[in-house]
């Protein structure tokens, strides 16, 4: 059982390091990710940097929402 508990702390541990990171990623791509997607030229380019910018966004809000339903 004493494991379980190990198991669980550890966990509780990743995911607030995980939800910290998250927030910093999304602040770099809300920042630096978007100045450097501007200084682009090519329109092409600009959509697919765009897109995974937002793509990666995306991904950090699912990991902050997943890691609100557990730890809470």
């Avoid at 998250?22 to 897109?51: C, P």
Wanted: proline residues 0%.
């Amino acid at each position: 059982m004493e494991v379980l508990g190990w198991i669980l702390a550890f966990l509780k541990l990743f995911f607030v390091v995980l939800y910290f990171v998250s927030f910093a990623g999304i602040a770099y791509m809300l920042t630096i990710g978007n100045i450097k997607l501007l200084r682009s030229r090519n329109k092409t380019e600009f959509k697919y940097k765009l897109l995974y910018n937002l793509g990666f966004i995306s991904v950090f809000v699912i990991i902050i929402w997943l890691g609100n339903l557990f730890l809470n």
